[in-house]
Structures are given as structure tokens and as C-alpha cells.
């Protein structure tokens, strides 16, 4: 019985650490700023608690297998050792915050004191703003337009049955809404910071990108805001992560990230349909 | 290595210093005399108060966050909040504290009162002598009647806010005077059936002893209560 | 709050032989142990059949089931939700605190019964109640709620806004609410009786680990549970009374204009999570001291550094009610607050590691004796790491961010909590069944089941690791319609195949305990396990008093293995130190 625990245990171990390399299933192409950084932290996190995962496993193995043989020699009185508890306790705590240390700054950079980012802000010059609103069961993208200047929404004048602006109730008479831009699908410039908004309608939705290593919870009644960067052109998938009713599961739309002009392209054209 | 503990421990068996870990067995090992009693209820009583505690820390601490946070408003593109102080009836409230008070003290002169009786309580078994309740001033009833006056001014202490226009769901603070009130008044009825038992031990000549643990208990709860108002009364005051 | 205050006499009570008195409305708290614990049975396997359903469900939506016809997407979200919530609350919270605690804690400090013997009897029958509540919201109009046993609102708080939201939400939530004050009458039990009833000579520091579990869960329910009862209330409010607590203004609910204004949708989050993550210690806590006492008796050694583990308990129980933000990273709330909730999370992982460290110390240099307890208390230990070491990865709001409500947190709490203590408990019941039937349960049936459910269950869970960092996101109902979880799906057929298979394998366990009920090998040994603690003192099963009049004395420790010089490789607690050399 111990040798079939310790085989188990070592089965468990060992394919623990072909999976870990053997990248069957692993992250989604990184396609964002941080998606590399937060791979690397990934890469750090898996071989520090992955050591410690089969040291454990393979010890407890050892240990159930080579003292369950011994009938003769009777056990030791031992009641532990203060020495020890002090060493293990100190590794870990050490091992545990490094981690936590070293993954700190990936968060910080896509969060912490975001200044509020319109194009025309000189600090933030360079940033693109996005608003992106979840609504049961779609996301609904918004561009500033020229003006740089989000217009005001209004509730009451939500028409989902219409779709694009009146779904998100933009508020007409506000000339800062006049040039604002209404989507289905999300456009992205490569290479360039992007200053995202996040805002729900009805319950908290959860703007989701895998490929971008980003998440964060669209909360009504808040307006969230975030720091994204695309590196790599493409289409990604964008999926709601927060139980957000009945059709959560197919809450999800397109995020195209493309070069500058395309975008620019793109962004005139819809300024150009709404005229 | 620390060497194994029952020669690290010193004495095997400390002395009995009268709690757990001491020696229990009072009148038999299964019925406790009739200090453990008591003090296992107190014990119970003191453990039993923190979840109340905790459920108004839990109201409390929603009442400072809803006051202090705002929502996105659309429309001025900021964070707006609507919390509006509630204009709270004083004279009433500040009546109802005083009964409340009050009830506390005649709660205690109770509790003093059987504490005395259970001294007494030898004589009861004489035939001949007869030392009941009717003679001795009846506190118990008075703080139960206290205790319902109480909560008869809390009623009018509701509708006076209603008539002020301050509904459960007319606005963020007043839902939150009436939540804390509320689920204050719950507790204190609780105190007065507790109250009630009481008395009812008292009219059914139970063993003084048993009597008197009930009448400690429900004392204990009772001033508990009583400062719990008071805080509740000072946070909508002072924290409007 | 206030009980009866005169514990039941043994003599009045035994005089009461009718069956009623003496099996349903018992006030002994073996007999209450095992109505939690029966109470536990039912639960897991209404539990596992309701797991079964969804991952069905997930391999082949909208097939026709047998005898329950489709699974809609609003039928899956009520099957998960109630899965969740029966698991967790009826399962988790109950078999071992409740269950075995109530059973095995008055015996093993030497008490006659709880302190409040009525108080725990109320305890268990509400807890019995909001069973039945819950059960009940699967029958009304509606059905079962969907919004998952987080219960997040808006969306649980609209009554449109999700399926079940009706009827069927306003009864989940009395249920827990019953539950709610059940745990309480039952922590206030045990503290006291911990506090109050030891008896001579159990010093604190002679308390089993199981016993010190036992008392911390105690107190951490008694804190806990008081926030979540406020929730609750707040949360019916904001439902039935029109009040706006979580409830912010300026919805649109499928068209509908919503009337509420200003509430705080997060606000709810850190009350459940205040509550949520001390919860999941309520769960691990008892069986860490199970495993404790386990590994120490069939190692024949005195446990590890049995201060350091006293003193992980208690930091364990500290600390969890300080990072229940770990579960609000991307809720939006401050991140620099999220930087906070990181480190402390990291910390209470040591306290964890400790404790994982002293069972292999406990072990190391032992005697062992691999019988179905030791199995299962080392399959434990196994499942804790494994569940363990993804918790440091997803404390960092960076791994979170992409982590966060994916499978990935689905494997890990499931193999911490859904396994590794379900493990516990297999481990508790094959231990104390002597001691409580008087019987052994079929050791060769349990090794079957040991390595069915251990090798199953992994098959189950790890997996889910991989579908969470390739980005499956949790709580979908179906799989079909993100176009990078399609290649995914052959990994969905061998978690549910997993499952049956494992589920099915649990009708060993089921089987060997019914059928060891009656035809088990009959144990008249009161300590067939060669155990030092006081449970082992008195007859199996103990008589209604526990210890037939006699009151135990204790002369040392409770893990006295292998003492040089001593007759026995063990010394039983309520040994006198005569029989002991004078020092060693
Ligand atoms: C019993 C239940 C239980 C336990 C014990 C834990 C333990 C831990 N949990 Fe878990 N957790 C849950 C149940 C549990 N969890 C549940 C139910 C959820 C999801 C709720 C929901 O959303 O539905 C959750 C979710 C959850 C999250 C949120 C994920 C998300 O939603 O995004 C986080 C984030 O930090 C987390 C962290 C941790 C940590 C750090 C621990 C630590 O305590 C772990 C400590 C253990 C270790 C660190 C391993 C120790 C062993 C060693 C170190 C080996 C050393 C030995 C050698 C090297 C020889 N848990
Ligand atoms: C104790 C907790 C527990 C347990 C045991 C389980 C057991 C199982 N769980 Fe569950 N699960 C949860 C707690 C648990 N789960 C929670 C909290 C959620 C989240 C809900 C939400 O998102 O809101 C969840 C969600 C959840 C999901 C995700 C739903 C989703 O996000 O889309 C899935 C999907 O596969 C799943 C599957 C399973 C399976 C196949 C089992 C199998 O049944 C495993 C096989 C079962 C066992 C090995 C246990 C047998 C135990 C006994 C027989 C013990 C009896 C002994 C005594 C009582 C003494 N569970
Ligand atoms: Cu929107 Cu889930
Ligand atoms: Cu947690």
C-alpha cells in the first residue's frame, strides 16, 4: 500500500512536470504589454509552487512508503524540532512575498494612478480613450470622437430595441455626444496606450480578454477605468466573466487590434456615417 | 528536542482554580452545582453577545461606506452622492432612551432582588413559612412593562419619521435608521420574552437557583441592549 | 440567545425511552453528531447528483436526459448555484464541525455533553429547516436561483434580472439565513463547553489538535456568520421592500427602467467575502485537526511541533478575516487596496504551509500503519498542496486579473475544499466508527473507494487548471459559443467522464457504511486504534453520560507515542504519571 502511494504520488508529480513544459494547453498568444510581463510572473509563479507542489507530493510519497516498511524499529518520541519550524516558516514566508513582490509592479503599471486621459490632455497625450459598456447580453464600444469629449448618457433615453447610440441612451441635445461614436465591435490602435472605461447598464458584466492577460468587472453605478497597450495586430476574442444572468455564457464580441491609419480610417468612416 | 510534555508540563494535574480544566463535577458529574451553572450560562451569555455585536459592526460599517461613496452620474460625468441626513424625532427618541434606561436600573434591582431570595431561599423549605414573590416589589414586571413601553415609542418614533416623509425606501439614510432600529427592536423583544420566561420561572416556584440564573441572564442581555440603543441613537446622530 | 439554563440530566433523559426523545428530539450530542452528519450524507449526494447534471450538461447541451428531459442554460445556472451552495453550506460547514465535533468534542475533554444541550438540539433542527427551505426552491415557480452562490447583486437583487430570480432567490436566502443562526446557536456550544467543561488536568495546552480545530472554527463562525445574516437581510430588503443598499440608480433592465437609486453593488461583495473567505476555514479548520490526530496515532509518534501547530490554527483563523479581498480583485474596488489584500494573502499562506510541513515531520520517523483513516488522512494532505499552491499564484492581483472567475479558481477550490476535506471527513468516519457503531467499516472496500476517488478526483480537477489559463471563464452554461474554448472540449469530455466515474464510486463509500452499519466486524476494544485521547476511554459506543459516571482525570498530553521506557508505545491521557518513567 505505501509503494502504490508513493507510485501514485510520483505519477501525479511527474505529470504535473511534463504538462508544465509541454505546453499542450497553455495562454493564449500574449498580444498586450503586460500579457508578456504577466506571462513571465506566470513562468515565476508556476516554478516556485510548482518545486514546492513536488517536493511535498514526492516527500509525503517517501515518507508514506519507506516508514510504513519498518515493523521492527519502534517510531521516535520526537515532538518537533524549533529549529526547523523557524527555517521552514521564514522560506516560505520569504518564497510567498518575493512572489507577491515581483508580480506587484505588472499590476501598478496597469493600474495605479491613472491620469484622466483625454488626447487633448497634455500628461496623457498619447492615450486613446474607449468607453466599453456591458449591457445583458452585448458590449457596447465608445469613442470620443474630435472632440475628445464623452457626451453625457441618460437612462431614460436607453432604446435597446434601436441599438448602437440609443442602447446606450447618448443624450442628443449634449453637443459633446454629437461627434461620439457608437460600436459593436472594438477598434484598437497597435502600440499605443488605450484609456479604458468600464461601465454596465443593468448587473456587473466582466470585460474579459485572454489574449491581453486583462480582466476587470464593468460595475453599474461606477465608472472603472483601466490602462490596456495591444503590441500585436490581430482579432481577439473579448468575453463577459461575470455571471451576469441567462445569456452570460454567449456575452461576447470582437476586439480587432489594426495599424494606425486603419483605425484612423475606420474611426472617420463611422464619423462619417453619422453625419 | 523539547522533551515530551508530561514532564515539561510540571504538575500533571494543576490545582482546581473553578474553571474548565478544574474539576466540573458539581452535584454529580452530570448535573453542575449550581455556581457552575450560572457561570457556564454567563460564559454562554458573553460568547452569544458577539454575533450580535458582529451583525450591527456589519450595519454600521455598510452605513459609513453607503454614506461616504457616490455613484457615476452619467450626465455631469462624476460621482455624485444623495445621501440626505434624516431629520430624526429627538424628543421621542430621547423619551425612549430614558425608558430604556430606566427599565436597565428596575432590570438590576431584579437581579439584586433574587440574588437575595436565593439566600433566603432555605427558609422556603420550612413548612410553615412561606416567603413568595407577591410581598417582595415586583422589578421583573416593571422592566418587562418598560421594556414594552420602549418599544411602543420606537413605533411611534417610526411613524413620526414617516410623517417627516422619511420612508424605508425613501432614500439612502432613512433605510438605515430604520434597518439599525429595527433590527435593535428584535433583539430587545427577544429580552422581553426572555423576561417573560423569567417571571414564569418565578410564579411556577422552580428551584430558586434555576430562577435566579434565568433572571442574571436575561439581566445581563438586558443592559447589553440598553448600551447598544445608546450607540445605535449616537451613530445617527453624530454620523447623520 | 438565552437557553434553558439546566443541562439535562442523564437520569431524566434516559428515562425518556420513547424514540422520539431518544433519536430525534435527542438533546445528547452524539445522537445531534449524527443527525449533522447523516444531515451532511444526504446533502453531498443531492450535491454530487446535481454536479453529475451540469457536466453533463456541458459535453452534450441540449440532449435529452432520462427522466429530466433537457437541461436549459437557465437550468444549469440553478443546478450550479444550488451545487454550490448545498456543498458548501450543508455539506462543508456541517459534517465536520458539527457533525464530528458535536460527536467526539465532549468526549475527548472529558464533558457529560455540550453546555447547552437544548441549544444544540434547536441548532441542529434549524439547520435541518433551511435544508428543506433550500430544497424547496427548486418546486416553486421559477425554479431554483441562477445568480451563483455568491449571490452578486444587482443581478440577485432584480428580480427580472436573472431566471429563479423570483420565489425561488427569496427562499435561498432564508435558507442561508436559517443557516446563519443555526452555525451560531452551535459555535456558542462548543466555545463554551471548551471554555467551561474540560475536565481536571485537560489544560489547554492538552487539548487534541482535533479539539483546537474545533474551538478556532467555533469562534470564527461565531464572527462570520453575524455579517452574513446582515447581508442577507439587507439583500431581502433591497429585493421585497423597495430599499436601495446594493442597488445603484439609473438601471435598465431589459428595457425596464429600474426604481432603485444610489445603492453600492460592491458593498455586498465585501460583507459576503467578509463572511465567504472565513468560511472556507470553517471548512479546512476541523479537518486539520482531524488529519492531526490521525497522522500522529498511526504514525505511533507524538504530532510535529504541536505548539506551532496550535499557533498556525489560531494565525490561520486570525488572518482569514483579513483577506477576504482576494476575492474582489477586479470588482473594481481601490487597487491599491488590492495590493493590501495581496500580501496578507501571501502571509496566511505560511501558517498553511507550517501545518503541511509538521504532517510529513509527524510521519517522518514513524511507525505507520496505512489503515483506511491514515489513507485518507494522507490523501488529504496531498489534496490540500495541490489546492494550496495555487493559491499564493492567484493572491497576486496580477495572475488574478487573468485568472479570476475562470476554471482555473474552479480546480483550485475544488481540490482544496471540494476534495481535500471531503477527504477529511472519509478519514473522521472511518476512524470513529468503532468508537460510535461499534463496528469497523470493510477495510478492503474503503482502499477500493481511497483509490477510485483519489485518482478520480484528480482527473476531475487538475484539468480545470489548464481550461483556466487558456481562458475558459467560469459559470457558462454552455461552451459553445466562445470560439477558442471549441479546441477545449476534449478536455470537457474527460472531466465529466472523470466524474461519473468518481461519482459513481461513492456508492462503494455509501454502501461499505450502510452495510457496516449492522454487518461490520464488531469492535467491543474501546481503543482498537491504540489512540491516547479520551474518546477511548469508554465503551463503544459511549454510554448516554459518555464516561458512565466515572470523571476522566487527565495526567499529560494528548499525543504520547513510542515513550521511551513506557510499557505501551502509548500513553493514554488519563494514565497517571506513575506508570511513566520519571523523565526521558
Ligand atoms: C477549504 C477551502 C479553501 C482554502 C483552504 C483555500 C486556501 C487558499 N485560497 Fe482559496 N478559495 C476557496 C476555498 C479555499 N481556498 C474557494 C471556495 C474559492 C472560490 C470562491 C468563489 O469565487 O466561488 C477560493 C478562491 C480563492 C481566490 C480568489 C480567486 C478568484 O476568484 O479570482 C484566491 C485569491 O487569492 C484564493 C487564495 C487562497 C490562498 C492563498 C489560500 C491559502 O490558504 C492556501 C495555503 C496553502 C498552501 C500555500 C499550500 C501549503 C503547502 C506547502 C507550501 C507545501 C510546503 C511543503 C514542502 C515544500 C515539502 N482562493
Ligand atoms: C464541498 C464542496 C464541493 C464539492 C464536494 C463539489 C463536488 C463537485 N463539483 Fe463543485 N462546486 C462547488 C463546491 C463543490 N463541488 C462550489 C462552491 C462551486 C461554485 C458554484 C458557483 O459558481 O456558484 C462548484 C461549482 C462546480 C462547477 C463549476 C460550474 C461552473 O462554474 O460552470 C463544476 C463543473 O464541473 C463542479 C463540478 C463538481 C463535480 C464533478 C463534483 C464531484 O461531485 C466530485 C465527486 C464528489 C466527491 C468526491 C465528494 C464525495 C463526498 C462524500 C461522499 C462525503 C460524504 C462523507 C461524509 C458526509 C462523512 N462544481
Ligand atoms: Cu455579462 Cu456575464
Ligand atoms: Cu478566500
Redesign the interface.
Known sequence: MGLALLLALLLLAGLSIYFFPAHNWWLPAAASSTAHATDAQFFRSYLIMGVIFVAAQVALGLVAWHFSRRRATPAS??????GLELLWTVLTAVLFLGLQATGHPIWAAERFDLPEGTATDSNHADAIQVEATGVQFAWYFRYPGPGAK?G????KQIDASQGGESAL?L?ATDPAAKDDVVTGEMYLPVDRDVDLNL?AQDVIHSFFVPNMRFKQDAVP???IRARLHPTVIGTYEIACAELCGLGHYKMHAKLHVVSQQEFDQWLAGKEADKQ | ???????T?GP???P?LG???????GD?????NYRE?????R???V?????????F???T??YL??QN?G??D????AYI???VPVRLPMLLLGVNTLILLLSSVSMELARRQVMRESLLAPLANIPGIKTDEVTSFPWLSVTAILGIAFLAGQYLAWQALAARGFY??SG?SS?FVY?LTG?HAVHLL?GVI?LL?ALRAAWSHQPIP?RR??VD??AW?WHFMGVLWVYIFALLYFLK | ???N???D???TNAARTSFWRRYVFSTDHKVIGLQYIALALVAVFVGMALSLLMRIHLILPGAILPLFGEIKPEQYLALMTMHGTIMVFFVLTTAPQSGFGNYILPLQ?G???M??PR?NMASFWTTFLAFLVLLAAFFVTGGAPGVGWTAYPPLSAIIGAAPGNGLGMDLWIASIALFCAGS?MG???F??T?????????????LPLTVWGWLTTAAIA??????L???G??LL?DRR?????FV???LVISGEPNPH????PI?WQ??FW?FGHPEVYIAILPIMGIASQIISTFSRK?IFG?KAMVSALLAIGFLGFIVWGHHMFMSGMSPYSAFVFSLLTMVIGVPSAIKTFNWIGTMWGGKLRLEPPMLYAIGFVSFFVSGGVTGPILAQPAMDTHLHDTAFVVGHFHIIMGVATVFGMFAALTFWFPKMFGRHMSGSLSRLHFWITFIGAYCIFMPMHWLGMAGEPRRYSQLTELDYLKPLMGIQQFITIAAAVTIAAQFIFLFNLLWSLWRGKKETNPNPWKCTTLEWTTSNPPPH?N?G???P?????PY?YS?PGATKDF?MQTE??TT?P???
Open positions: 518520541n520526537s515532538h518537533g524540532h524549533n464623452f453625457h448618457t441618460d437612462p441612451g443624450d461601465r453605478g461606477l465608472r | 528536542m523539547p522533551r515530551s510534555s508530561y514532564t508540563d500533571t494535574v494543576p482546581d474553571y474548565g480544566g478544574g474539576d466540573n463535577s454529580g458529574p452530570n448535573l453542575p451553572r450560572l457561570r457556564r450560562c460564559v454562554g451569555l460568547v452569544g453577545l458577539a454575533p450580535i455585536v458582529m451583525l459592526v456589519a450595519f460599517s455598510a461606506i453607503r461613496t455613484q457615476w452619467p450626465h455631469s460625468s452622492n444623495d445621501w424605508l425606501a439612502p433605510q434597518i433590527a427577544g426572555a420566561f434555576s440564573i434565568a441572564i436575561s442581555y | 440567545m438565552i437557553s439554563p439546566r443541562p440530566s442523564p437520569t475533554i464533558a457529560p455533553d453546555a447547552f441549544l451560531l459555535a456558542i456550544n466555545i463554551t471548551v471554555l467551561d467543561m474540560r475536565a481536571r488536568g485537560m489544560t489547554m495546552m492538552r461565531l464572527l462570520a456568520f453575524g455579517v445574516l446582515a447581508a437581510i439587507l430588503f421592500l423597495g430599499t436601495s443598499f445603484p440608480g439609473g437609486s444610489g445603492g453600492s458593498l465585501h460583507l467578509f507524538p504541536y453520560d464516561f459516571g466515572i470523571v482525570v487527565v495526567h499529560h498530553g504520547e515513550v500513553v497517571p504519571v511513566m520519571a523523565s526521558n
